[in-house]
Every structure is written in structure tokens, then in C-alpha cells.
């Protein structure tokens, strides 16, 4: 779309054309259109047609359109690899009669499965409309009825009289900002008077743990620092993740993996909801390799 820079848009349109060839619904999130000319909307749609001779409307916009952002977004937003979504996903071992959440759920990539059952409970949680839009649409395109999109910050839908206050899911994916400062007074706020952690990854990862259902599993991808650093946000955050739960496995990703978003390497977490049993253990891995180059050279397309 010459002239136009901005790729949230461009992908939001792009967006709003596909549901729009399933018959359009009235939604609050319903993805905000261009006003471009006519010409420059037959052109558009001319491409479109094309692409869908080839894939389907929902692989096009997750594994194509989304990935048209080359680079991390501010407030350290970036659509998750898909590679590494599926294999987040065969870790929680995600069943379609799970309620699913994410608390920062950015293109809603973790809420869809290979197979996707209509009417899954999934619920995603975005600070920003422009992501939850995004989020709301790949849902839709994929056919999910059962959709709950939250626009906000999901410390506030934490909070004691928030929507999720005494929510329970059975699986909680979540790919969080690493290192973003959230804000003091409502961190404290929701810690009851004391800033336990003050870091959105650590912050996050303590709302998806408590609201975790009984034998429930959550996998997020966390920074090296929550795993081994010394600063509060990473201590609490280790001891949550052993209190009365099981750390089934740590997964060191390649270094590379978050590239070109993100230098900083990923480690996934898998964590269920229940006492450890006798004999259990924990699973350490180091992957040398996600099949993609290494550094920025990377076509997740």
C-alpha cells in the first residue's frame, strides 16, 4: 500500500478485507478499514484473491499478513513465531475442552491450535486496542465462537474486584514483554501494599500462575533473568512458580529465536498445577537449533 507506513493499519485492513468475504459482523473489535480509492481497493483485493487460490483466509493473515511487521513494536510488541507457538502449545498439551488464556495476547497467535474447535473457551487479554483488534480478527478468521477479548491492563482485571478476579483456566500461553516497568501503584495495588515484582514478564507470569486451574498448566516464554537473576521481580517470580506447583521443564531456545524482533534469548516455562509426585523431576533442554538462520535473517513467511 504505497504511502501509507504504518503496518498496524496495513494489517488491519487487510484483516477487515478477509472477514468481510465471510460476511461482515458487528463487532466492537472489528478491524478499522483504510480509506483508500477505488482503484487502490480493487488492486488490493485483486492480490487478496490471488493469495487465497493458495492458503487459507486464516493461514494468510496469521502466518503472512502478521508478519509483515519486520521489527519490535514499542511497549515490546511482536507477533510470536508460529514455529514456536505450536510447540508451546504441544507442550501445555492443549485439549479442545481447555478454557485458554492469554493476559498478553498481542496477534492472539497462542489462543489458536492446528485445530481449532468452534467452541473452545479462549479469553485474551491486550493493553493495546490496534493488538487486540489484531487478535480479535485472527480468532474470527479462524472460526471461534466462544471469544472473550479484553482491552486493558490485565493487572487491573487481576484486581480483587476485576473480571478475572477468581477466574480458573485450565491453560495459560502467554509470550509477555520482557522487562517492561509497569506501574508502581498498581503493581502495589495488586500485591497488597508491597511491590513484590515490578516487571511485566515477572508481574504477568505471577496473574497467569494464580489464576491457574487445579492440575492446570501454563507455558510462557520468559527472559534469562527470570530463571537465574537476582532482583526481586526475578526471585518472587521463581518462588511462585514452585508454590505448591510443578516445573516440569525449562526450554532454552535458540539465542537467535526471537529474531528480528528480539536479541534476547527465550526460555519457555512449563508449569502445572499440582503438587510434585514421588519421582517426578524437571526436564532441562537446550535447543542448538529452531530450523530457521541465525541473527536477523529470518522469513517466518
Known amino acids: 500500500m504505497s504511502g501509507i507506513a504504518d503496518d498496524l493499519a496495513i494489517i488491519e485492513h487487510l484483516g477487515s478485507s478477509l472477514l468481510d468475504r465471510n460476511g461482515k459482523v458487528s463487532h466492537r473489535l472489528y478491524p478499522r478499514s483504510l480509506p483508500l480509492s477505488d482503484q487502490s481497493q480493487r488492486a488490493i483485493s485483486d492480490l487478496v484473491d490471488e493469495a487465497l487460490q493458495v492458503v487459507s483466509a486464516p493461514v494468510l493473515f496469521d502466518r503472512y499478513v502478521v508478519f509483515r511487521l519486520s521489527s519490535m513494536l514499542p511497549g515490546g510488541r511482536y507477533p510470536t513465531p508460529r514455529h514456536i507457538v505450536g510447540f508451546m502449545r504441544q507442550l501445555a498439551d492443549v485439549k479442545t475442552t481447555d478454557s485458554v488464556v492469554d493476559f498478553a495476547c498481542g496477534s492472539g497467535g497462542l489462543l489458536l491450535g492446528p485445530t481449532v474447535d468452534p467452541q473452545q473457551k479462549v479469553v485474551g487479554v491486550e493493553i493495546s486496542s490496534e493488538w487486540a483488534r ?144 514421588q519421582d517426578s523431576v524437571t526436564w532441562l533442554f537446550i535447543a542448538d537449533t529452531d530450523g530457521y538462520p541465525a541473527a536477523r535473517a529470518r522469513d517466518y513467511t
Request: hydrophobic share 45%.
Open 134 to 277: 489484531l487478535a480479535w480478527t485472527n480468532c474470527a478468521l479462524h472460526g471461534l465462537k466462544q471469544v472473550e477479548m479484553q482491552v486493558g491492563n490485565a493487572v487491573r482485571h487481576a484486581m480483587k474486584d476485576g473480571q478475572f478476579a477468581n477466574a480458573a483456566f485450565d491453560r495459560v500461553l502467554m509470550n509477555p514483554a520482557f522487562g517492561e516497568p509497569m506501574e508502581p501503584e498498581l503493581i502495589e495495588e495488586y500485591f497488597g501494599g508491597k511491590v513484590i515484582a515490578n516487571r511485566s514478564d515477572a508481574v504477568l507470569l505471577h496473574i497467569s500462575l494464580e489464576r491457574l486451574a487445579a492440575e492446570g498448566r501454563a507455558v510462557v516464554l520468559l527472559p534469562p533473568g527470570v530463571l537465574s537473576g537476582n532482583a526481586t521481580s526475578d526471585r518472587s517470580a521463581r518462588q511462585e512458580m514452585m508454590k505448591g506447583r510443578m516445573l516440569e521443564a525449562v526450554v532454552a531456545l535458540p539465542k537467535d529465536a526471537m529474531q528480528p524482533y528480539s536479541p534476547v534469548q527465550g526460555h519457555v516455562v512449563c508449569i502445572r498445577n499440582g503438587h510434585p509426585v
